[in-house]
């Protein structure tokens, strides 16, 4: 097989089948090759106000969002310099009214498609409608396996039961399904009983993700935050379940990296393997790239090409390798393992991007975060903050929005 | 719309194997290589396996396949469906292949 791929350490490989994972291997660091898969946030708008949304808090208006023909000339651009996957997200992508069309054009100029959806504005035309436009992959997102949990996050009435249907249809149309649970305090209590629904759904993966602080998400840390027993609890649960359901059902699992001793390569490392559309056609290292104040990104309504800004631009460039590194990531054996983990964590949790990601044991700010993350687990305020464009609304007794 | 799942197919020479519709199979123009897009993934199949994959049309049992390789590359029969059978029923178990349907209509 090509040399020109396998840029980074190859996976194991079973040499009778003749088949090796390449992702995450797309893109050459030394120079920058194009990656396999981008993520197209197409819009903002969402009719779930999820409070773990790692959307940024100042989200991008309506009116801000590239027009079809825009992203049309996007999806060409991109399936022209080898990009092979899209993945269309948001938001929610259905919010947009020229979905199929955009679905359509990527099948058009040879992409592999990938909807990732609350499912709740889909209609069973509308999803078979996609599905013959070439559409290749759906992924929903729950809340909870009950509606009261549910309903109560997604901070939208009848959300679960909407889900549910949509799943049906989804594997009803023969297109392969992806359960996409996002984990956090107020709902690991349920995981058995979700993973049980994925198999229920006749999923072919589930994503057990633990909450990321970004966005969202981090102005509501503390009445999502796990304890440290819950998480443990969570690790022992999922691998109980992988071994189980070998061959049934594939299980994803993101661990919250507040209790981590190593960070995450978030991203693969930074301008490494991945690029984001914004809605409004931001080129973004990762989706909450924007929440770094200071840093410039390049749009496609720039002069510049997809290539060009994705090769040259400032903000690529500027945490990109291990040049830029401080101590003690730079003399740190693991530095080309995880990349100095998360730009925009250490941003948001020390004010520098440039600084140790603190999820790593070896930040001088590691012990306080842990300290952090244990108080606001223990404190146990389940209150939310509601996602919405009106910058966020504060759940109220007896009526969470739902 | 059938709820059986052929999910774990057991290949045999009389298997009529098919990439099912999340799993396609296409030639990387920019890095100059064969793939396998899947959801979340992107696979790299070797010569062989390309060449074998590119015979699964759901039509075309695995027996006719053994056949067209075994003349091509004038090789003994047996050694050959031994080694396609094994490779497609890896493919299989990993979700890359699927058994063609009989039509009911």
Redesign the interface.
Known sequence: ??T??TDTKPQAT?P????????GR?SIAETFG?P??VLAEITHRCPLQCPYCSNPVELDRGGTELTTEEWKKVLTELAE??V??IHFSGGEPTARKDIVELVQHATDV?L?S?LITSAVLLTREKLAALADAGL??V?ISFQGNEPVVANRVAGFRHAHQKKLEVAKWTR?????L?VNAVMHRQNLFQLPDIIQMAVDL?A??LEVANVQYYGWALKNRAALMPTIEQIEECSRIVEEAEARLK??LAI?FVVPDYYALRPKKCMGGWGRQFFNISPAGKILPCHAAESITGLEFESVRSNHSIAWIWQNSEAFNRYRGTGWMPEPCRSCEFKEVDFGGCRCQAFALTGDAGNTDPACTLSPLHEKIFKIAESEAAADNNRFIYRNFAGGTLETDGDHGA | ?S?A?S??INVSETSRPVL???A?L?F??????W???A???????????VEVLQLCDGVRHVADMVDLLAAKYAAPREAIATDVV??LQ??A????LTEAREKTS
Do not use: W
């Open positions: 097989m090509s020109a791929i079973d009778k089948d003749g088949l090796s994972a390449l992702e797309g194009i396999l898969a310099i080898g092979l996957q040879g592999y990938n290749c992959h992924q009803e149309l023969d297109l392969p992806t006749d072919d993966r061959g049934t994803d | 719309m709820a799942r999910r774990n099912p519709r999340h396609k296409k990387d123009e920019t890095r100059k290589v793939v396998i897009l959801p979340e993934r992107v696979l790299a199949p070797d010569e062989i396996a094994a490779m890896d493919l178990d990993k979700g890359f």
